[in-house]
């Protein structure tokens, strides 16, 4: 069975190797579930891994509906990835009423090509999956990530099984994936999961500290954005 980590620095990708994980996916910002990583970062741990890279291209943090311009940021960065040398990378696009954008996901999976494509959790927002895996099916997506449209990949085990019997595709368990139900994934006749192993290191004590975290930007159902006007009167201001 493929074990996929989701690594969200060098350190990181470095364990995962160490570890025995079959390859990664490399992302940022773990707390929003990952955006995709510096060029700088993706870099070096081509490098330093003997493991398969794939890496995540998400814009931002939020919702999985993109704008024009966010769009061009991620074929920007699938196109970076390849001349980087990466194995695969992880991806997708949904409409405003939570189905798969058929269009623009066929862009990236052809864009991509011919590194592997994995379509990410926005899976687990799709209102219809077997319309949805049929859809990713026909575009060429090697793999889907997914929890079974529960919180947890553990309590999706019986959505999980079905999908997989249904296709052709590999559907990798992620969400909660742990040393104590990792089996039970293998046991449904899943070829793949997908873990981030997370432990939490390098710990100083910032009590009194002004807090740098910024709980208002954290939305899933808006994006947040520089105002024109809200900027234009501070320069006017002082200017």
């Not at 390859?23 to 773990?30: P, T, W």
């Not at 330093?48 to 704008?67: A, E």
């Not at 991620?74 to 390849?82: E, L, N």
Request: hydrophobic share 40%.
């Amino acid at each position: 069975m493929l074990v996929e980590v989701c690594a969200n620095s060098l350190e990181s990708a470095l364990n995962a190797q160490k570890a025995g994980a079959d390859r990664i996916e490399l992302c940022s910002e773990l707390g929003v579930g990952g955006i995709t990583p510096s060029m700088g970062l993706i870099q070096l741990v081509r490098k330093r891994l003997t493991i398969p890279v794939h890496v995540l291209i998400r814009p931002r943090s939020g919702h999985f509906t993109y704008s024009d311009v966010e769009f061009e940021v991620m074929k920007a960065d699938i196109v970076a990835c390849m001349e980087l040398g990466v194995d695969g990378v992880v991806s997708g696009v949904l409409l405003k009423d939570f189905s798969v954008d058929v269009e623009r996901t066929r862009q990236l999976v052809e864009l991509a090509q011919p590194m592997h494509f994995t379509f990410h959790r926005a899976f687990d927002w799709v209102q219809d999956p077997i319309a949805s895996l049929a859809e990713l099916e026909r575009m060429g997506v090697d793999t889907i990530l997914t929890s079974g449209g529960h919180p947890s990949a553990e309590k999706g085990l019986e959505q999980l099984e079905k999908w997989q019997k249904g296709t052709s595709m590999t559907i990798m368990a992620g969400g909660g994936v742990s040393p104590s139900n990792a089996v039970g994934f293998k046991k449904i006749g899943l070829r793949a999961v997908h873990c981030s192993g997370t432990s939490f290191g390098n710990q100083l004590d910032v009590a009194g500290k002004i807090p740098m975290n910024s709980a208002k930007h954290l939305a899933e159902d808006r994006v947040a954005t520089t105002h024109v006007e809200m900027v234009r009167s501070i320069v006017q201001a002082v200017k």
